[in-house]
């Protein structure tokens, strides 16, 4: 617990939150990208969640685990693509410490098909960019060297990591909105705050329920 952060104290996210439990939260993000768009928060003060382990009990990281996959099922079936080919039309990021903006762990979720890896390929030529068997693999390779990182899935669900790239604050953020066509909601502080407000609040009423089942 930082008494400073954002994330550490609920007040600042209460009436955004849709689920919960003993691990952590999920939340309709300020900065709605696109509808649906939910973060996991660890309830732990954590830099990212490559620093789950090894301080964090098996009941902290099963919690986070579930929520993160109930979250990203949900979503798939409540955000509808119109292409059917795609096979998990939901990606997931997280600014690992790089590109951060609250210096406390939280996964992005969001319901859209937007391909992250090229560009990210071209924008750090130099930078090692791995995939990973298991989102999971997170842990283990910011255990063994605590590295920023950038981490995404694509659009068929595969998660890839970029160790220790230069990126500016909101990286991944800005991309998906640009990916999207909407660059104007790239940055969360300076979106249209009473269209994110009404696109939040359908967020959280769409998914609140649905988390509940
Ligand atoms: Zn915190």
Sequence with gaps: MDNDCVFCNRINFEERIIAENDACYAVATLGQIAGGYTLIIPKAHIPCIGALAPHHSFQQMEGIRKMTEKVYRVLGK?????????????????HGIVGQTIPHAHLHIVP???????????????TEIRMLED???????????????????????????????????????????????????????????????????????????????
């Design 78 to 94: 409540e955000y509808p693509h119109g292409n059917r080919r795609v096979l998990s039309p939901v990606i997931m990021f997280e």
């Design 112 to 126: 859209v098909a937007v391909d992250l890896t090229k560009k990210i390929y071209a924008d750090f030529p130099r």
């Design 135 to 213: 989102t999971m693999d997170l842990q283990k390779i910011y255990c063994d060297d605590p590295k920023p990182y950038l981490f995404w899935t694509t659009p068929d669900g595969h998660p890839m990591v970029c160790i220790d790239p230069i990126a500016p604050p909101q990286y991944l953020r800005i991309l998906v909105a640009k990916l999207l066509g909407r660059p104007e909601r790239a940055d969360w502080r300076t979106m249209d705050q009473e269209l994110d407000k009404q696109l939040w609040k359908k967020t959280v009423a769409i998914l609140k329920p649905r988390l509940a089942e």
